[in-house]
């Protein structure tokens, strides 16, 4: 059936996830649906709020599972766990009282240890029930999506191992999983598929693996054992896709891992999600290089663990998205909801260019989605066959297909129905003969236009040689009608920078739309490749520009001042046919 584009996002915490409330938010999980829908809803620092663009049309509220419920537990002055001295203390008007209880609290919350109270039946599963009843009373089919959901948070070390898991209809089991039940993901694997036995359907999304410190995609099993080939397909069973951009940094590649890659240094932040002090290993930090070890893995025991399709989201913990540079609002309350707290010195009166953490965080991001309708059914099934893509917050839209017949020109008009009848789209799997023909696409990428428009759309293709990645970046299509050079495979220039004392972008040097037919001119692997398709705005001003501007100030020291907006859509893989006849395969 035809697909339409629906926009969302994944990943949003109002004041019911435990660290929200903590940091002084008070939203309501209909505050969420409210901001979503284009309604306004208030900050605890930035006054009201509301996104500047069109609505969007579904979203997630993925509240952190460990203490659900213990923000409106500490609300009711009767309730039994008032008495218990850690809470008397909470209470406390008492400032070294208050945050004394609170370090204990985020110890037990971030350890294997959790307070037995905080996690009973009488705290967490009103709260469960509630989100259920929000995310039910929310959805309106065909107008907008509610998924109901939950944040999976366990982070051994600091070292970040989140997942959002999403149902996909109206139901949901007694209780969600959490790290207090266990910080080993294998285990929330087990809990889904037992879970879905009993008639529940779900997927898992890891989010923020560049703060995962190499755990997030490594090439063994939580214990350190050996992958085998049921690990594998458990995984894989579970985890379709995985969160490629969000506020706490970009996830696509590294400058370590991706040396050759112009683009690769793009609002990297690889430090420990929840340590932010200790650094995070790049080696199994970021999806491209899980895409690689997948089609290692994949040669060695004959399926891919990381056949991943690629998301956006925000992590917005103020029941908002903040993806939207020019009126970027912070992820966490109080702690970073203003310009000046964003963009103040870590130390008052030291060297300007050393700034807090979220002075580095960025506006990013969403999820497109090629669904059949507007409904959880349809935008689930989407994400779960990796029909997806992630961009950094603009709406850009992109059509990504795979074949081995496309000809020149069949990217114009009607490129859904040729993409769907002669080869498989973004997330799909094509068969290759031995010796057969090289795989074509056809790309289609239109810019947002509410935002700038696009310089350039380039195919990323990956492979693994037995020995390491091997990876080659390709310009496929150029603004202004420019072509790229067939022998660097790059356009022939690159758009300038805005003007950072009115944050105005130089618009005359791109695109609204950009198409392209490509077929690999290099030689193929013996084993699996992938491609996706990354798409770049011309340069705008970063949100830290905007402050500044707005705060009658240079632009800030030690950041960036313009930012490449961008998108990245879930890849093809072309793998060897199974046998004599070729093959293409759907999704799966």
Not at 70 to 77: E, G, S, T, V, Y
Not at 243 to 259: A, D, I, N, Y
Not at 290 to 317: E, F, I, Q
Not at 341 to 348: C, E, G, S, T, Y
Request: glycine residues 10%; proline residues 9%; contains cysteine.
């Amino acid at each position: 059936a035809t697909r339409q584009l629906y926009f969302g996002d994944l990943h949003v915490h109002s004041g019911w996830s435990f660290d929200a409330f903590a940091a002084g938010i008070s939203s309501r999980p209909a505050d969420a649906y409210t901001f979503a829908r284009g309604g306004t809803i208030q900050h605890p620092t930035a006054g009201e709020i509301q996104l500047s663009g069109p609505p969007l049309d579904f979203i997630a509220l993925t509240e952190h599972a460990e203490y659900l419920g213990l923000h409106a537990a500490l609300a009711l002055p009767k309730h039994p766990i008032g008495r218990m001295p850690i809470v008397k203390a909470f209470r406390s008007g008492d400032r070294e009282r208050h945050q004394a209880a609170w370090r204990a609290i985020r110890r037990s919350y971030g350890a294997d240890e959790p307070i037995p109270a905080f996690t009973s039946d009488s705290v967490l599963v009103p709260a469960w029930r509630a989100l259920i009843r929000s995310a039910n009373r929310h959805d309106a089919p065909g107008e907008f999506t509610a998924f109901i959901g939950f944040e999976y948070s366990p982070a051994p070390d600091g070292q970040n191992l989140h997942r959002n898991v999403l149902f996909r209809g109206a139901r949901a089991p007694d209780r969600p999983f959490s790290a207090m039940d266990s910080q080993n993901p294998e285990d929330l694997w087990a809990w889904m598929d037992a879970t879905r036995s009993e008639g529940f359907e779900l997927l898992a999304i890891p989010h923020n693996p560049n703060g995962s410190n190499g755990l997030m995609f490594a090439a063994t099993r939580f214990d350190g054992s050996p992958i085998d080939a049921e690990w594998i397909r458990t995984r894989a069973r579970n985890e379709p896709v995985a969160e490629v951009t969000q506020v706490k940094g970009p996830s696509e590649t590294h400058p370590s891992l991706s040396p050759e890659d112009e683009w690769a240094d793009f609002e990297i932040f690889d430090r420990r999600t929840i340590r932010p002090g200790l650094p995070s290993e790049p080696r199994g930090s970021y999806v491209r290089d899980a895409l690689s070890t997948g089609l290692l893995l994949a040669s060695r025991h004959g399926s891919n663990p990381y056949r991943l399709g690629m998301v956006g989201a925000t992590d917005g913990h103020n029941a908002s998205s903040p993806f939207e540079e020019r009126s970027y609002h912070g992820k966490m309350g109080t702690s970073d909801g203003t310009p000046e707290r964003r963009l103040a010195p870590r130390i008052q009166g030291g060297d300007p260019a050393d700034r807090p953490v979220m002075a580095h965080w960025g506006a990013s991001g969403i999820s497109g989605v090629w669904a059949t309708a507007n409904e959880r059914g349809a935008i689930f099934d989407a994400i779960a066959r990796r029909e997806t893509f992630a961009t950094t917050g603009p709406r850009i839209r992109v059509r990504f297909f795979g074949g081995f017949g496309f000809e020149p020109g069949d990217e114009r008009e009607g490129i859904e129905q040729t993409g769907d009848r002669r080869g498989v789209a973004m997330g799909g799997v094509l068969r290759r003969e031995p010796d057969g023909p090289a795989p074509s696409f056809l790309i289609a990428a239109q810019a947002d236009p509410l935002d700038a428009p696009l310089e350039r759309i380039q195919i990323v293709k990956g492979w693994h040689d037995g020995e390491r990645a091997r990876e080659r970046i390709y310009d496929v299509g150029c603004a202004r009608g420019d072509r790229p050079d067939p022998a660097t495979h790059r356009c022939p220039r690159r758009a300038a920078e805005p003007d950072s004392s009115t944050c105005a972008p130089s618009t005359a040097q791109g695109s609204s739309e950009l198409r392209a037919h490509w077929q690999d001119p290099d030689d193929l692997p013996d084993g699996g490749v992938f491609y996706y398709v990354r798409v770049l705005q011309i340069p705008t001003c970063r949100w830290s520009s905007w402050d500044a501007l707005r705060l009658e100030q240079p632009p800030p020291a030690g950041l960036p001042t313009s930012i490449q907006e961008r998108g990245f859509t879930s890849p093809i893989w072309v793998e060897p046919a199974p046998g004599a006849a070729q093959e293409s395969q759907s999704p799966g």
